[in-house]
């Protein structure tokens, strides 16, 4: 495991920059966090890395969000699943075969179902004030070595 800290929402962002820039594809980023704590500012950071470059938004409402590029990132809010039901209703299951990089806000709620392959781990969390988060990845150490 790797612990950073990140003393403001563009650190935290840089962050997600630096793992982008290292994933092939066929990752999944799953988040750990509570409201607030910059999980969709990662994931902006993400798709830079990825060299996406476009606007990213929280896909609370979606439940998915689409990026394209020459690895797709696939943006997932989990907030509101809570049944196998709900999870395949999001097409989840799918979006895994596709080659592209998952990124999933509130894990914490469909933990049972990620995948063990590739698997990457962000638990988000408020540092000392407002604008500091902690961040811990934990996974294969070729991506946690991308905040070394």
């Given at each position: 495991?790797?612990?950073?800290?990140?003393?403001?929402?563009?650190?935290?962002?840089?962050?997600?920059?630096?793992?982008?820039?290292?994933?092939?594809?066929?990752?999944?980023?799953?988040?750990?966090?509570?409201?607030?704590?910059?999980k969709t500012r990662f994931t902006a950071g993400l798709a830079r890395g990825m060299g996406i470059?476009?606007?990213?938004?929280?896909?609370?409402?979606?439940?998915?969000?689409?990026?394209?590029?020459?690895?797709?990132?696939y943006h997932f809010d989990m907030y509101r699943i809570s049944t196998f039901e709900d999870l395949?209703?999001?097409?989840?299951?799918?979006?895994?075969?596709?080659?592209?990089?998952?990124?999933?806000?509130?894990?914490?709620?469909?933990?049972?179902?990620?995948?063990?392959?590739?698997?990457?781990?962000?638990?988000?969390?408020?540092?000392?004030?407002?604008?500091?988060?902690?961040?811990?990845?934990?996974?294969?150490?070729?991506?946690?070595?991308?905040?070394?």
């Amino acid at each position: 495991m790797v612990e950073v800290i990140s003393n403001s929402p563009e650190q935290t962002e840089v962050f997600g920059e630096l793992l982008g820039k290292v994933l092939t594809g066929g990752e999944t980023v799953a988040y750990f966090g509570g409201l607030g704590m910059g999980k969709t500012r990662f994931t902006a950071g993400l798709a830079r890395g990825m060299g996406i470059d476009t606007d990213v938004s929280s896909p609370t409402f979606a439940l998915v969000h689409e990026y394209r590029g020459v690895k797709n990132l696939y943006h997932f809010d989990m907030y509101r699943i809570s049944t196998f039901e709900d999870l395949c209703s999001t097409g989840f299951y799918d979006y895994l075969d596709w080659g592209g990089v998952l990124a999933v806000e509130w894990s914490e709620n469909i933990e049972n179902a990620l995948p063990e392959d590739k698997l990457i781990k962000i638990e988000i969390s408020r540092g000392e004030n407002d604008d500091s988060r902690i961040l811990r990845m934990s996974g294969d150490s070729i991506y946690e070595n991308s905040w070394r």
